[in-house]
């Protein structure tokens, strides 16, 4: 401001001098700029005011009354997968479709983001390996995956794969107790018989999970003094197996596994994961992991020679190089941009649309929307949903990146 | 100087990179406590050899036998070898994701399972040996570049090696830091550690060395005793190179 008014002063003055018009102060970058964004900032102001005006105006022309009401009112639609919450048709009100659509899409986001980086990293790494078949195959995975629009690939996935060559049902593909078919995943479900037993088990299961952590201390605490190592994962994992199991049997079966049969036309018992869920996180895993192969082979390249040899030079293996070395200074550089890969992950599950998975995009934003015309707030409450789920994971990577990115100043 | 009792033997060693023979039948053994400082143009094959002593280069013939275990692709028998035989290098390689303390208890700790007290015990001696203690708890980005190459030093000593490798380590420094780091191989040198030194400091080399080797283009030219390498040299590209070298 004050410099404002001095630059206008400098030119008024130059202009007296030079003799040219005052009117040439619209030649002062600083004014023209500060003039130019207060435009803009009307521009906007006013297009979103007038788009406000006119949806609730347009809205209230057809008879709907921007309210929060309909929340209550009974959902005239079926919601067909909804494993968290119980759907009724005729009972289930709009509110509580919007929290099946919400959790099924961090359903999907969740199973896409574990599964995703877990092939991430494999494929980053075979990309960064020297085998020539290895890093080959990873080449042409990532620039195939990478390359093609997602749509497309869910698309492709869902229709010309799995709808085309999973068998009907009858002649499901068995993995133990899981059955593959064109419907779906067929999985066991446990179902809980004996409630307060039930939780004695869980307890005691959790109590063992937290005795081995202790346990992980102290051994790490007995090798910094002595030297001497322990095969800690393997130890923790088999005590809490076999007393999870001897528990189990103690406690009499406090639940039984629902496993699903072959009735005469479908499967009876059991849970199902739709086809479409199914697809949907294929396809979101297979994009994602390939561009998370990428942030994974930046990092490790990114990891000097001269790392590589000063370890390899004070006799580290090669496995202890790549836990010691490699892998912390390759995490800085990895994280901040596979952060934007779980971000974009979460984002794209809305394209679920395609295959018919009830995301809360589909359930909120186009069915639930077209049936109340509550477009102001439906729009403004997925907006938000999708706002919190993206702060919420950045801030969250971010905490730990800052832990790991501070080791070096 | 002769010496009978040899700690490094290298005969006939021969390693080409693609077309390029960069060592051409090298033989040398090196003594007990010995003291070596090779010197030669760059691009003369100084660095690659020594490198081919700890393995960091695989070489194409010959044979190498660190105290009489003779270098294969035998990984146990390399990894052996290297944590006897330690190395300096010329940008230092310190890990930046850890402390002064940690990069030199990390491989005690891992490749020789000693305790973490004990291996922070003796990373704290060797501190001190190279007269950077109070720097422990810092990261390499925060210390000067001759406190890091003397990280480097206690880094490598940690391993209780047999044999120091040098490979030019006064290079990257700025002059007024080449000073702290060659006192503290002279410190070494006078401890009776067997040291192979890739250098152009002829100062040092004249001060500690019990031979001086020069090289050109893959091939040991000539080898002598620092009084009679100086002073006579026998072939004209030495006298060439030492007329580069001294006379500026």
């Not at chain 1, 207060?38 to 102001?45: C, E, G, P, R, S």
Request: hydrophobic share 45%; aromatic share 12%; charged share 20%.
């Amino acid at each position: 401001m004050v410099k404002g008014i001095i630059a206008f002063g400098q030119y008024f003055l130059l202009d007296k001098i030079v003799g040219r018009s005052p009117s040439n102060i619209y030649q002062n970058p600083k004014f023209r700029s500060a003039i130019i964004q207060a435009i803009l900032v009307f521009i906007v102001f006013y297009t979103f005011y007038s788009l406000y005006q006119t949806t609730v105006f347009n809205l209230e022309e057809r008879g709907i009354k921007t309210s929060t009401s309909f929340f209550d009112q009974v959902a005239p639609f079926k919601v067909g997968f909804s494993p968290f919450l119980n759907f009724e048709l005729g009972e289930t009100t709009y509110i509580e479709v919007f929290y099946i659509g919400v959790l099924n899409t961090l359903l999907v986001a969740v199973l896409g983001i574990i599964a995703a980086t877990l092939l991430g990293f494999f494929i980053g790494i075979l990309r960064s390996s020297n085998n020539w078949l290895a890093q080959k195959f990873a080449l042409i995975y990532v620039e195939i995956f990478r390359n093609m629009p997602l749509l497309l690939q869910i698309m492709f996935w869902n229709f010309a794969i799995f709808l085309a060559f999973l068998p009907p049902p009858k002649q499901s593909l068995e993995f133990g107790a899981f059955y593959l078919n064109g419907r779906g995943l067929q999985t066991p479900v446990p179902i809980v018989e004996n409630n307060f037993l039930f939780k004695v088990w869980l307890g005691i299961l959790i109590f063992s999970i937290i005795a081995s952590f202790i346990f992980r201390n102290w051994a790490k605490k007995r090798r910094d003094q002595t030297g001497k190592s322990l095969p800690v994962l393997g130890i923790s994992l088999s005590v809490i197996i076999i007393i999870g199991i001897s528990s189990f049997y103690i406690l009499g079966k406090p639940f039984a596994v629902d496993l699903p049969v072959l009735g005469k036309f479908n499967f009876k018992g059991g849970g199902q994961l739709p086809l479409p869920l199914f697809s949907l996180w294929f396809a979101l895993t297979v994009y994602t992991s390939a561009f998370i192969a990428e942030n994974v082979r930046a990092g490790i390249a990114s990891v000097s020679k001269g790392q590589i040899e000063a370890a390899r030079s004070i006799g580290l293996t090669r496995p202890q190089m790549v836990k010691l070395i490699i892998i912390p200074q390759a995490l800085r550089v990895i994280i901040p941009p596979t952060i934007s890969q779980y971000l974009n992950l979460t984002k794209n599950s809305s394209l679920a649309m395609a295959v018919g998975y009830e995301e809360v995009v589909a359930v909120w934003a186009n069915i639930s929307l077209n049936q109340t015309g509550q477009a102001l707030i439906i729009i403004a409450m997925t907006i938000i949903f999708f706002e919190i789920c993206s702060l919420f994971t950045s801030f969250i990577l971010n905490i730990y990146n800052r832990r790991i990115q501070i080791t070096e100043r | 100087m002769t010496k009978s009792d040899s700690i490094i033997k290298i005969s006939k060693l021969n390693k080409w990179y693609g077309k390029f023979h960069a060592l051409k039948d090298i033989d040398l053994s090196v003594g007990r406590t010995e003291k070596i400082v090779i010197c030669g143009p760059s691009g003369s094959g100084k660095s690659t050899l020594i490198r081919c002593i700890n393995r960091l280069e695989v070489h194409q013939e010959g044979s190498i036998q660190v105290d009489g275990i003779e270098l294969t692709d035998d990984i146990k028998q390399i990894t052996e070898i290297r944590s006897d035989v330690g190395m300096v290098f010329q940008h230092f390689n310190l890990f930046p994701h850890l402390t002064v303390l940690e990069n030199c208890s990390l491989a005690p700790i891992w490749v020789r399972k000693k305790s973490k007290v004990e291996a922070e015990e003796m990373a704290m001696q060797l501190l001190e040996k190279v007269r950077i203690p109070d720097q422990a708890d810092k990261y390499p980005g925060q210390l000067s570049g001759g406190q890091q190459q003397r990280v480097a030093i206690a880094r490598a000593l940690c391993m209780q090696p047999r044999i120091m490798l040098f490979d030019e380590p006064t290079s990257a420094l700025d002059p007024e830091m080449i000073k702290e780091v060659l006192e503290t191989m002279i410190e070494l040198a006078d401890s009776g550690m067997t040291m192979i030194v890739v250098t152009h400091e002829m100062g040092f080399a004249n001060r500690v060395a019990d031979r001086i080797i020069f090289m050109d283009e893959g091939q040991i030219v000539e080898q002598n005793d620092p009084e009679s390498f100086f002073k006579n040299p026998e072939s004209d590209r030495t006298k060439l190179f030492l007329s580069q070298i001294l006379d500026h």
